[in-house]
């Protein structure tokens, strides 16, 4: 039993490590930095809720490799917690997407960068759900509902499973 248990947890810090790969760090705002997702070799998809408009000129994104490079903002929908920003010169690696649905009862992790190594918390999906409208009149189509603790810096992360494949992003921003 002790090495089926030693097995699994090896899966689940390999499953962060896949994920730490395209997993970087959003410093949009004053205090604590966030995290975001890579979306193409230059983009980085976020919560839009950790990007203060009072500091778009000021962007700087962490990467994988340890380097920071500019950001911008490329679009925003505050309805829906999504903002896209553009990394100068920046050549992320992507990463794949969960071939199936995620399943009521399956674990989950939630992978961040708000400092220069990467974190994660373990979780249950406690749900699916959606459609549903937010507070502030977006419409989610499909959402996944998840026990794990969002840190400092969480949001804006990407949610995987097991094998470090994006189920979704993670925001606080909704709640």
Known sequence: MPSELSDFSNQLADAVQTAAAWTVRVHARRGYPASGIALASDLVLTADHVV???????????????????????GRD?????????????????????????????????VARPGADVNASLGLITGLSGPARTRRGGMLERFIQVDAVLYPGFSGGPLVNAS???????TSGLG
């Open 52 to 74: 203060d408009p009072s500091r778009e000129d000021a962007i700087k994104l962490g990467l994988p490799n340890g380097s920071d490079v500019s950001g911008s903002v490329v």
């Open 164 to 170: 470090g494949a994006v189920l979704g992003m993670i």
């Open 78 to 110: 505050p309805a829906t917690d999504i903002a896209i920003l553009r990394a100068s010169g920046a050549s992320l690696s992507l990463p794949s997407v969960a071939d199936a649905e995620p399943r009521t009862g399956a674990l989950a992790l939630v």
